[in-house]
């Protein structure tokens, strides 16, 4: 059962849950300056720092070209879902994901089973299952918290690899994405290798370094650096509710912008189809509103709580080592600091008191 907060709609302007379809500017934009990259990176013989810089740029575009896919697949930018499943192709096409198979895997289970064991496929697993599982096993060293250097790695890589993992093995296995189209799955994921292939055959393996393996760590790194803050340490809970089950992470303004407010995830969660542009209305209402329980901190803090803390989970609320038996804590409340609400945001109440951010 999730928990309503529809009532906090009458509190925000009725033209934040309009598609905003001006993202299909910068959209385009972002997939055209990417390819172009590549263009240059394939025809020319450039030095290696203007390739790296071309490298670095191509990982950016490809990186929030994911971000507005996301956005583009909950409706928040296009209703048609026509077109939704047009540009999102190409949008989780350098991820070489199946705009069918994320909205399953991402709208209808992880937005309906938040931190829910089992249902939801983005929820760490329990140490039962731990001790069931080889893959968990062989998988928990890369993560944070494991105490092993691979785990440093996690961020630059593992988004992608779970994603070919979930799309072409747990989907079948997993009785929880029975209902998917897989056929379509299977369409579109054909379509998006032939493509990959053939770029990589008009590359040659020699431009493979700049044009594949540098934009596949930095796409991987920005948008997963969010993801797994967003919940990885809070704790499981039966009931979705997005306060208790899901964190919002900060960063620089400038960054915020870039990454279209990305970290916003517990406004996210309770209103899917609003754009990112309009997310931090729905923050400044939250800290007005559940001063006490709205969990939010900077995105270095949750960055470095996360390799603090393990990723296995000993009961819901409690995460545990299963090589040192050494236990941590899930999200607790702490004192935060007061923060203004933007100019044009009108509030119910006449100003914010008693903000508060989480300690781990």
């Known amino acids: 059962m999730t928990k309503d907060y529809r009532y906090l709609k009458k509190h925000l302007p009725d033209d934040i849950f309009k598609p905003n379809r001006l993202f299909l500017l910068p959209l385009i934009g972002t997939a055209l300056a990417g390819w172009a990259c590549v263009g240059v990176i394939g025809l020319t013989e450039l030095p290696w720092y203007l390739n790296l810089c071309l490298s670095l740029l191509i990982g950016y575009c490809w990186s929030v070209g994911g971000l507005f896919g996301h956005e583009l697949l909950h409706g928040a930018i296009v209703r048609s879902k026509k077109w939704q499943n047009i540009i999102g192709f190409f949008c989780f096409l350098p991820y070489l994901i199946s705009p069918t198979f994320w909205r399953y895997w991402h709208n209808k289970l992880h937005h309906s089973y938040t931190q829910k064991i089992i249902m939801d496929p983005d929820a760490f697993p329990t140490l039962k299952i731990y001790r069931q599982s080889k893959f968990i096993q062989w998988m928990f060293p890369f993560t944070p918290g494991s105490g092993k250097k691979r785990s440093f790695f996690y ?124 997310l931090k209305k729905v923050h400044y209402l939250l800290k007005n509103e559940f001063p006490s329980k709205y969990q939010f901190m900077p995105k270095w803090r949750a960055i470095r709580a996360l390799y603090q803390t393990s990723r296995i989970y ?16 899930t999200l607790v409340e702490a004192e935060g600091v007061k923060t203004e609400a933007p100019r044009d945001y009108k509030s119910p109440k006449t100003e914010f008191n008693n903000s508060r951010d989480v300690e781990i």
Do not use: C
């Not at 000993?314 to 804590?329: A, D, E, Q």
């Open 155 to 278: 961020l630059f890589f593992w988004f992608s690899f779970n994603a070919q993992i979930a799309q072409h093995y747990f989907r079948y296995r997993n009785k929880i994405f029975n209902k998917l189209n897989h056929k379509r799955v299977n369409v579109e994921m054909v379509l998006a290798l032939l493509i990959h292939a053939s770029v990589l055959v008009w590359l040659g393996p020699s431009q493979w370094f700049w044009a594949v393996i540098i934009p596949f760590v930095v796409m991987n790194y920005i948008p997963f650096s969010y993801i797994s803050t967003n919940h990885n340490l809070s704790p499981l809970t039966k009931r979705n509710d997005p306060l208790s089950n899901s964190l919002t992470v900060t960063n620089h303004p400038v960054l915020e912008a870039l990454h279209i407010n990305f970290g916003y995830h517990v406004e996210h969660h309770l209103f899917p189809t609003i754009s990112g542009a309009h």
């Open 314 to 329: 000993k009961n819901s609320m409690t995460l545990v080592n299963p090589y040192s038996g050494k236990t941590f804590g």
